[in-house]
């Protein structure tokens, strides 16, 4: 009759498939005799393994119920089963230090299918817990009852029905029995191939969950299969493992098998009619030890591990923590501090792991391979359900991390910082940094309670750079980096590549991503066409935060553009837009170089700005400080523990004004971080430009410093050389990246070929820095000079108004009235004119129109269009009440502002007086040298020749019918602009009717005009 199965397992279904497969087979006598006593062996070294106490006369009685049920079974199967049990009882209770897993799995209904997992499993199974008892078994067998003769015939015996089980279950199970299961290990001993050769069928029951119960004599439910990811399970006497749930059968050698000689110590077994069911194996003879691939693994990390990664200096914690193949299965280790339980969670299996302290937890389960799985993490009084952020691959690749590691990653801010994305199926956060003297780096933020002992990051390979991907964490979370530092302190900081930061003076970054679309596409497609040096270029320099206090970035776009529109500027430039922790410093000690400060908005509400700008017409330049960076000590200074963006040397380090840090630019990885931030602002938010702060520090190794206080450079001079290759690189990388926009350097001495080209060989052996505009200093310090004297005493310094046209033509030049000209006891432009306030006011009303005319672009700092008198103050911003029609002198401030909204609307609508603003044919002088007068006159010229006549007349008396020699191509002029009009505050001496030259040679010149000149006034003429 068809045997029973024992009472620790379901009754078996076998399929007509089996029957006929296993009835095919040439001489499949053997049926699956002691499949049920070996099922039984594994449960109670498992139930040993969870604190069972089950005596050997239980398991012993167990066997012989399997025996009787069978009605099959031999005395000499009997007795095999229960000594094979003793044994694995024994194997067992030498680990001492096995932990228990508790496993759940709902298993399909459905018999055959995936979820009842491969027959490989049990095979494995069974095959590793035989070996594991062999030696026992092979102590007890020697006591010797029977013969060697005997011996033998048992192990072909056993041999056959080994082969008829796989067969049979191969047949059941629907499997191809050599793609499902590898070729089996060979016995090394008669032993071991008889403990290793029977695999015991195993049906499918219906759904039900499933937990390793506590030990019981009668109660012990069979353990489900598991999920179609199930391994080859591995039990070991000496490996400190998880109990495994029952798993399938493992399809195996399906080639014919030996015809079985019956045992010498019992009846020749039968082949049933139907499908062989479990009987109670026969005796185990003495096996070799098994080979260490069979042995189980301890899923707990060693101590090495854990103190590494307690103290924040483990290096690789994915290669420890997440899940990992392992002889006997799948090792999951989980590091959740303060957690009171995990558990696995793969498809319908889960399984709860050991607590190991400290908050480690670990399980072995007896898996194929590792699976897709979640983790359920108890927290007192919650239970988060989330992926385990160790158990994805690098989600930074290999061509980034080459390109970082050579310093060329034009696109770093994609590389590194904190970047939400989908990963490998799964939303979370890249958060990647650079530290190579870091001895560990972990993530802390919102996210984990600003503790980031649980988040530890990769190091990868040997670029420096550290990665964690963090499933579930998304934008608005804060974050810094905890890092190690060599000497084992930590050191909190925010991240360098940050693309948004808290408000200061919180210094926290958080995660963002941009979902600004642009609708500047017209602005961006036309900017390439004319080269800035070549155009219109006039420039309102501001302070964001000051100029409306109060206004976010958003708000601001609904004033600024309309302002400088009506004013006529062609660009707006901003004063540092970076994020900086003091709002003193202006935004010129940056910490948050990636970021725009986030007092007035977010990153795209500052888009939002610049785009607002580039549809009213106005370009947007940007004052960038790659020189030097302040101390503090969450932000860049020493930033792993040693100097990383900083020099080495501390006296290359230290810049002695400012008490900040200068970077190394000789470093790689520096310059990548700047070349890169350069092209980030021009990409990511369409800046048209950018003012390079602070160029001539970083071009001096003297700067600013005593002889003893510096090193020359190899060639004994004073160049940084390392600073040189850093703005020329930026400067062709940025050029070559984004097309129309200018970089301007802010340099103050003559240092050759600033605005050559980089390829371009100069006097001094160095190409060009690349520069396509340069503030012009010299002009502005000379002029200002100039100006602040009374009218009487300026003819001694005349010069100073001629000197800038001896080197006009060197550089393409801006010549600017800046912030820095306006603060700090230096007076606003208007306060710095002699005289009483009409005077001033006229001063500084011919002075803008004298700017206007000369060869090189303009810039005015805000407040100085009206004419404010005083210092701009970053605190409350320009003095708009003076443009308050209740206030009684309005119309003087007004009649500024008006004289500059005309500057730039007849400037922009005459080529000759920014067409050839860097060519020596642009420019003619009429008069340089009337010292006596006061009196300065040039002609400007376009690319046509048609010219401009700008006089200007810094005495404070009427100059009537005074000559000037002029083109006698040019019948007649007329005023184009006088800043004594009456509208703009002026005495309103004018020339109202048109100028006719006489043939009169005046100046060197064929013909003359004479014209009245007004009184600290300019007047521009162009062709009537």
């Known amino acids: 009759m068809t045997p029973r199965p024992p009472s620790n397992g379901p009754d078996p279904k ?180 008889r403990a290793g050769s029977s695999a015991p069928e195993q049906t499918a029951a219906a759904p039900e969950t499933v937990s390793t119960p506590e030990p019981g004599p009668t109660s012990e439910p069979a353990m489900p299969p598991m999920p179609a990811e199930a391994a080859e399970p591995t039990t070991s006497s000496t490996a400190r493992t998880a109990p495994a749930p029952a798993v399938s059968p493992t399809p195996a050698d399906t080639s014919e098998p030996a015809t079985p000689l019956p045992p010498s110590n019992g009846p020749e077994p039968t082949t049933p009619p139907n499908p062989p069911t479990p009987s109670a194996p026969n005796t185990p003879t003495p096996s070799s030890t098994p080979t260490p691939s069979d042995i189980a693994v301890s899923p707990a990390l060693d101590a090495t591990d854990r103190d590494r990664l307690l103290r924040g200096t483990h290096h690789a914690p994915h290669s420890v923590l997440g899940a990992h193949p392992v002889p006997g299965g799948v090792a999951f280790r989980v590091f959740r501090p303060f957690a009171l339980g995990v558990t696995v969670v793969a498809g319908q299996l889960k399984a709860e792991l050991h607590d190991d302290g400290d908050g480690f937890f670990s399980g072995l389960l007896p898996l194929r391979g590792v699976p897709e799985y979640r983790l359920d993490v108890a927290y007192e009084g919650t239970v988060q359900d989330t992926e385990d952020a160790y ?165 601001l776009a609904e004033q600024l553009p309309a302002y400088i529109k009506d004013l ?66 969450w932000a860049l200074a020493e930033f792993d523990g040693r100097p990383l963006y900083e020099h080495e040397d501390p006296l290359r380090a230290a810049h002695p004004d400012w008490g900040t840090l200068e970077f190394d630019f000789g470093r790689r990885e520096v310059r990548n971080f700047l070349v890169a931030n350069a092209v980030y602002w021009c990409e990511e938010f369409h800046i048209d430009g950018l003012r390079v702060d602070a160029v001539a520090s970083m071009l001096y190794l003297d700067y600013s410093r005593e002889p003893d206080q510096w090193t020359p450079n190899e060639h004994g001079g004073r160049e940084n050389l390392d600073a040189v290759a850093f703005l020329q ?181 005459t080529p000759a007086l920014w067409q050839l603003d860097t060519d020596p044919a642009g420019f003619q002088w009429v008069t340089g040298d009337a010292a006596e007068d006061n009196i300065l006159a040039f002609l400007r010229y376009d690319a046509d020749g048609s010219p401009l006549l700008a006089i200007s007349n810094f005495s404070p008396v009427v100059r009537h019918d005074y000559r000037l020699g002029v083109p006698d191509d040019i019948p007649a002029w007329h005023e184009a602009l006088n800043t004594d009009t009456a509208r703009y505050g002026g005495g309103d001496v004018t020339n109202p009717d048109p100028i006719k030259p006489e043939p009169q040679p005046w100046h060197g010149r064929p013909t003359s005009i004479r014209v009245t000149l007004p009184p600290l006034a300019t007047v521009w003429l162009r062709p009537a």
């Open 14 to 193: 076998p399929k007509k498939k089996a029957t006929d497969a296993a009835k095919k087979a040439a001489g499949e006598k053997a049926t699956v005799k002691g499949a049920a006593a070996e099922g039984a062996a594994v449960k109670k070294a498992a139930k040993k393994k969870t604190g069972g106490t089950k005596k050997a006369g239980t398991k012993k009685a167990a066997a012989k119920n399997a025996v009787a049920k069978t009605g099959s079974a031999d005395e000499t199967s009997a007795t095999r089963a229960a000594t094979e049990k003793a044994m694995t009882k024994t194997g067992a209770a030498k680990t001492g230090v096995a932990k228990r897993t508790n496993v759940t799995a709902k298993v399909p209904a459905e018999t055959g299918s995936a979820e009842t997992g491969s027959a490989e499993e049990v095979a494995a199974v069974t095959g590793s817990t035989r070996k594991a008892v062999t030696k026992k078994a092979a102590a007890k067998k020697g006591a010797g009852k029977k013969s060697s003769s005997k011996k033998g015939l048992a192990r072909k015996t056993i041999a056959a029905d080994e082969k008829s089980t796989r067969r049979t279950v191969t047949a059941d199970t629907g499997m191809d029995s050599e793609a499902a299961s590898p070729e089996p290990e060979k016995a090394d001993s008669p032993a071991m191939e």
């Open 391 to 555: 158990r994805f691959l690098p989600a930074l690749g290999d061509l980034d991390l080459h390109l970082i590691g050579e310093g060329r990653h034009e696109e770093l801010w994609q590389a590194l910082g904190a970047r939400p994305m989908t990963h490998q199926g799964v939303t979370g956060t890249r958060f990647t940094v650079w530290a190579p003297d870091a001895q560990g780096v972990r993530v802390a933020g919102t996210f984990n309670f600003w503790d980031g002992t649980g988040a530890p990051m990769r190091s990868l390979g040997g670029t420096g750079v550290w990665e964690l991907f963090m499933p579930g964490i998304g934008e608005g979370e804060l974050y810094k980096f905890e890092i190690t530092r060599p000497d084992g302190s930590k050191t909190m900081r925010a991240d360098p590549m940050a693309r948004r930061t808290e408000v200061p003076p919180s210094t926290s970054s958080i995660v963002t991503a941009s979902h600004y679309e642009w609708n500047d596409a017209e602005w961006i497609a036309q900017r390439p066409e004319v080269p800035a040096h070549e155009a219109p270029f006039s420039v309102y320099e501001m302070h964001l935060a000051s100029w409306r206090p109060g206004l976010t970035y958003r708000q």
């Open 568 to 633: 006529g500027f062609t660009h707006v430039e901003l004063m540092p837009v970076a994020e900086h922790p003091f709002g003193g410093s202006w935004g010129y000690q940056v910490t948050g170089f990636y970021a725009p400060t986030a007092r007035l908005g977010t990153p795209d509400d500052f888009k939002f700005l610049v785009d607002a700008l580039h549809q009213a017409g106005i370009g947007v330049l940007m004052d960038w400080v790659p020189a030097h960076f302040p101390r503090d000590d």
């Open 729 to 909: 690189e930026m400067n062709a990388t940025v050029y070559r990246r984004v097309p129309g926009v200018v970089t301007i350097a802010e340099e103050s001495t003559a240092w050759d070929g600033v605005t050559r080209a980089t390829h371009h060989i100069g006097p001094g052996g160095f190409g060009g820095l690349g520069f396509g505009l340069k503030w012009n200093m010299g002009w502005m310090h000379d002029s200002l000079d100039y100006m602040s004297h009374e009218p009487v005493h300026r003819k001694f310094h005349h010069h100073e108004m001629t000197f800038s046209m001896v080197y006009a033509y060197s550089e393409n030049y801006v010549l600017p009235i800046s912030h820095d000209e306006v603060v700090h006891g230096k007076r606003s432009l208007v306060s710095k004119m002699p005289g009483d306030w009409w005077q001033q006011r006229a001063n500084h009303r011919a002075y803008l129109a004298f700017m206007w005319a000369h060869p090189g672009k303009q810039l005015l700092f805000m407040g100085q269009e009206f004419a404010q008198g005083a210092e701009w103050s970053e605190t409350h911003g320009p003095d708009w009440w003076l443009l308050d029609p209740a206030y009684g002198a309005e119309a003087d401030h007004r009649g500024v502002r008006d004289l500059v909204r005309d500057l730039n609307t007849v400037y922009r609508h």
